[in-house]
Structures are given as structure tokens and as C-alpha cells.
């Protein structure tokens, strides 16, 4: 079995910060991409950030220069530094990681829960 589990989530005011985390466990035996997507009220989810196990990232136009990507590979984690907050960016926020098992040595998708951001006053 694979898990990722997410958090950091929660109610934030406009210009505000959350970081999210996003860890991968059971049995894992290497992770290629990682990532964030969301999904807003009546929308569909869409990227919003990813970074590859060699480091380069990949960002969505509305979040480039205020949300920030990072990895630790040795802890199978992702994290999503969000910094100036727009109500725009309320949302459902998932992990999504391409994992491969100890069962199978073959890559595929894992998705998270996903965790509520809301940026309101």
C-alpha cells in the first residue's frame, strides 16, 4: 500500500501565508514527479505547481511569484509554500505524486485526500 497524506490547510486572510505538506508512505520504492493540484467550487482541478525528483518545477501562471515548491527526497515530502493569499486561490488543494511500489517497480499516479484552503477576511 502507498499513502500520501496532506496538510497545513485552513482559513487564511487575504495576504496571508499557508504551507502545505504532503508526505508519502508504506511501500515506496522511488517517487519521480510530485505535486500540488486544486480544485475550486464548480471548477475543474488544475496543476499548480510540480517538481521532478532531479529539482525542476513547473508553475501555474496565477501562483508564479507567490507560491513556492519544495522537496526532501529522503522523507518522501512535498511541500507548497503560498505566500499573498488571493480569495481566488480558496480551494481544495491535493498531492499528486508519480510513485512506484515495492510491489509492482512500475510508476503510476497517487493522489491525496485533499486539504481545504480558504482565504477570506
Known amino acids: 500500500q502507498v499513502h500520501l497524506v496532506e496538510s497545513g490547510g485552513g482559513l487564511v486572510q487575504p495576504g496571508g501565508s499557508l504551507r502545505l505538506s504532503c508526505a508519502g508512505s508504506?511501500?515506496?520504492?522511488?517517487?519521480?514527479?510530485m505535486g500540488w493540484y486544486r480544485q475550486a467550487p464548480g471548477k475543474e482541478r488544475e496543476l499548480v505547481a510540480r517538481?521532478?525528483?532531479?529539482?525542476?518545477?513547473d508553475y501555474a501562471d496565477s501562483v508564479k511569484g507567490r507560491f513556492t515548491i519544495s522537496r526532501e527526497n529522503t522523507k518522501n515530502t512535498v511541500h507548497l509554500q503560498m505566500n499573498s493569499l488571493r480569495p481566488e486561490d480558496t480551494a481544495v488543494y491535493y498531492c499528486?505524486?508519480?510513485?512506484?511500489?515495492?510491489?509492482?517497480?512500475?510508476?503510476?499516479?497517487?493522489w491525496g485526500q485533499g486539504t481545504l484552503v480558504t482565504v477570506s477576511s
Open positions: 499528486n505524486a508519480n510513485i512506484a511500489s515495492t510491489f509492482t517497480y512500475i510508476s503510476r499516479e497517487f
Open positions: 508504506g511501500n515506496i520504492f522511488s517517487i519521480n514527479a
Open positions: 517538481t521532478t525528483s532531479g529539482g525542476s518545477t
